[in-house]
């Protein structure tokens, strides 16, 4: 029977990675090198991810956020609190080549699995941790939360319609997502030095440092003028016209971001004479006017749909697009050419949809390789994988050191 490393598809093909990780940031770090080919084992508790009770909505008592966050992962569910189970573990670390993490500073110490009581026997494992706030620094103790980060990052304070308003998050939770991709891409680099040396290493990121990762804008300003930017919907720090506007049936967005692309946005919506105001000359100077330049814009876009007014911008090549609610993205011809959403076929609920690979690779494409496992599905034949028979397996579920569900 081929093993289940064998079948995966992708550039990290032959990578195993033991996910110890819950709820966003640690099962995004997962999902993505279980996308690209890597070999993704979930070891749970043994009342599961904290995601599994994140409902409604539920399909068939699954939980559609746990099945979104760790499809393509392979479940084993293991009490770390026992030496048996940490004893387990360690017999798959032998053969894997890295571990993520995101429990609270000391849990994995106080567990016997931090990385300096690992590290002797396991030299070359990359130990990718995630947390709050890093693992080290004033903060390094703290929880954190993407609204916390969020917060604490500068990005609630520039979002949001404008000056004077509560302070704003962004509606995803942008640093969770991103603190998974950064960790991703820090498991890639320290896998590629471990190839080369054989000597592995810490990789740590937070929530906070994937928050402040998006500020590059507004650091910017704020690094060269000393003033804090300040939230403006939809529009741009840097460049104007860049925002949204309003039409006759919806709202377009528009990126007329330098000079050519202003002038043919002129072009395409019949106001060529704003190109001699000298309020609107230049970048400078309708970033100077910016809320005059919306206000002498927004009338004209709302005398045409959507449609009509993207037909004519996109036949002069102005960038621009409309704005989707998350099943019009779904449906749109894009999405589904670039397999942004794919069907699996899960053990419980059948076939259903989920999002894919955003990273397209031209010899060693990446797909989703299967459903969320069930709590512990693949325990035993984990277990049995990494050397235990039968009779130690079921002596292991029977002292509830291990959990089995069956598909």
């Known amino acids: ?81 026992a030496p048996e189970g940490v004893a387990v573990l360690r017999r798959l670390l032998g053969n894997a080549d890295a571990l993520i993490e995101n429990y609270r500073a000391g849990t994995m110490e106080r567990l016997g699995l931090g990385y300096e009581s690992l590290r002797e026997e396991f030299p070359g494992l990359v130990y990718c941790s995630l947390s709050g706030f890093g693992r080290s620094g004033p903060y390094a103790d703290r929880a954190g939360f993407d609204l916390v980060a969020q917060g604490m990052s500068g ?94 049936d919806g709202w377009i967005t528009i990126g007329a971001a330098n000079q050519t692309n202003w002038l043919r946005m002129l072009k395409a919506i019949g106001m060529e004479t704003l190109a001699d105001d000298p309020r609107f000359a230049l970048n400078r100077d309708r970033m100077t006017n910016r809320e005059v330049l919306a206000a002498t814009l927004a009338p004209a876009f709302r005398e045409r749909s959507s449609q009509d007014w993207l037909g004519r911008l996109e036949a002069e090549g102005v960038p621009a697009g409309p704005v989707l609610d998350v099943n019009a993205m779904h449906r749109d011809p894009q999405t589904l050419a670039r397999e942004m959403v794919v069907e699996v076929e899960h053990s419980r609920v059948g076939p259903m949809k989920t999002l894919g690979l955003p990273v397209k690779f031209s010899e060693t494409p990446g797909r989703v390789h299967g459903p969320a496992p069930l709590l512990g599905e693949h325990s035993r034949a984990i277990l049995a994988e990494a050397g235990y028979d039968d009779a130690a397996i079921d002596d292991l579920i029977a002292r509830g050191i291990v959990r089995e569900t069956r598909a």
Request: a negative charge; charged letters at 20%; one cysteine or more.
């Open 1 to 81: 029977m081929a093993s289940a490393a064998s079948e995966r598809h992708g550039p990290l093909a032959g990578m195993r990675v033991i996910e110890l990780a819950h709820i966003m940031a640690g099962p995004v770090c997962g999902l993505m090198l279980a996308d690209m080919g890597a070999e993704v084992i979930k070891v749970e508790k043994l009342d599961g991810d904290d995601t599994r009770r994140t409902v409604p909505p539920a399909l068939d008592g699954e939980s559609a956020a746990y099945m979104m966050m760790n499809r393509g992962k392979r479940g084993l569910s293991l009490d770390l609190k």
């Open 155 to 248: 990005l609630m304070s520039v979002t949001g319609e404008g000056p004077g308003r509560p302070p704003m998050k962004c509606g995803p939770p942008v640093t969770d997502i991103t603190a998974g991709i950064l960790a991703a891409m820090g498991v890639l680099a320290a896998y590629t030095r471990r190839l080369k040396t054989g000597q592995g290493q810490v990789v740590d990121t937070s929530l906070f440092e994937a928050g402040i990762t998006h500020t590059y804008w507004q650091s910017a300003i704020a690094m060269a003028t000393g003033v804090a930017p300040g939230p403006m919907g939809s529009a741009h720090p840097l460049n104007a016209p860049y925002e949204a506007f309003e039409t006759a």
